[in-house]
Nanobody, 119 residues
Framework: VQLQASGGGLVQAGGSLRLSCSAA????????MGWYRQAPGTQRELVAT???????NYADSVKGRFTISRDNAKNTVYLQMNSLKPEDTAIYYC??????????????WGQGTLVTVSS
């Protein structure tokens, strides 16, 4: 399973960006997709996740500002980021929990896309 993320970039504080991530490969099903981020010197942290049944979870730090959505038919997840703050600056990674063939679900990660928010 390959995950391709896009949409990062440089934006001023208060601005918006939309990230996209598409999964491709021999996928039987995707249980959940989500976004994580890692700022320099910190551990990777959850931003938002959405399951195949559209159950959504957000980190407290992004609630009310970020919106995750998913197109199951396209195996694609989106992250709409509004009211961005400098502390949102990080590399954003897409993750999918997917099943291939008869295997158990496992985690797959995208390559990351850099989001930089200037003050």
């Amino acid at each position: 399973v390959q995950l391709q993320a896009s949409g990062g970039g440089l934006v001023q504080a208060g601005g918006s960006l939309r990230l996209s991530c598409s999964a491709a490969g021999s996928i039987s099903s995707i249980k959940a997709m989500g976004w994580y981020r890692q700022a320099p010197g910190t551990q990777r942290e959850l931003v938002a996740t959405v399951t195949s049944s559209k159950t959504i979870n957000y980190a407290d730090s992004v609630k009310g500002r970020f919106t995750i959505s998913r197109d199951n038919a396209k195996n694609t997840v989106y992250l709409q980021m509004n009211s961005l703050k400098p502390e949102d600056t990080a590399i954003y990674y897409c993750k999918a929990i997917a099943v291939t063939g008869w295997s158990a679900p496992r985690d797959y990660w995208g390559q990351g896309t850099l989001v930089t928010v200037s003050s």
